[in-house]
C-alpha cells in the first residue's frame, strides 16, 4: 500500500513538473457534499464528505486528477438491551484519467480511476469503545461532473462519484465492501 501512494505522488510532482507556464491547464479546487454508503454498509446513515484536488489538463479533452479527501457514516442499533454504533471514517487517495470537454462556459467531464483507502472503523456499546481496526483498502473510481466558469480563472461545479473499497477485517477471513457514491458541490480556480 506504501507502494501505491509513493507511486501516486510521484505521478503527482511529475504532473506539476511537466505543467510548464501553460495557461488555465491547471486546476486546483476543493468539494463538499454528502456519502450514500453501498454494499455492505448500505443501511449505514448517509455521511459527510470534503476533498481538495489538483487537477491537470494535457489537451482540450485529457486530464489527470488527483484528490484527498474523506468521509464518514455511522449505523445506529440495539444489542442486547445495549445502545451500540458502527462508525467508518475513510480518508481516499484517488487517481483518475478525466476527459472533458469547454462550451462556452460549461465543462462537463467524466472519469475513471483507482483509489487508495485507509479506513478507521471503531465499534461501541453504550459509549464505551469495544472494537478498532485500521486498514487499507485499493477501489475503482468512476465519476462525472459539471463546470462552470464564473471568470475566466474561478469555477464552480457538481459532481458525482461511486467508488469501491474493499477492506479487510483484522481477525476474520471476511471483507466488508466499504464504498459507495458521493454527490458534491464544487469550487476552484484555474491557472
Partial sequence: MKKLNLVT???????????????????????????????DISEYDTGTNFGIYYQRKFSDFLGLRF???GHNTEYNYSVYGYDAKDEINTTAFETSV???NTYQRFTPYVGLGFGSYVNEIKISLDGDEVYSD???????????????????????????????????????????????YKTNIEAGFKF
Fill in 9 to 39: 505522488l510521484i505521478l503527482f510532482l511529475m504532473v506539476i513538473a511537466a505543467s510548464g507556464a501553460d495557461l488555465k491547464k491547471n486546476y486546483i479546487g476543493a468539494n463538499l457534499g454528502i456519502f450514500n454508503p453501498a454494499g
Fill in 67 to 69: 484528490e484527498i479527501s
Fill in 98 to 100: 478525466i476527459l472533458q
Fill in 134 to 180: 485500521t486498514g487499507t483498502a485499493l477501489g475503482v473510481v468512476i465519476q462525472a461532473g459539471l463546470l462552470f466558469d464564473i471568470t475566466n480563472n474561478f469555477y464552480i461545479g457538481g459532481n458525482f462519484k461511486i467508488f469501491t473499497n474493499n477492506q479487510e477485517i483484522e481477525y476474520t477471513s471476511e471483507t466488508l465492501q466499504l464504498g459507495g
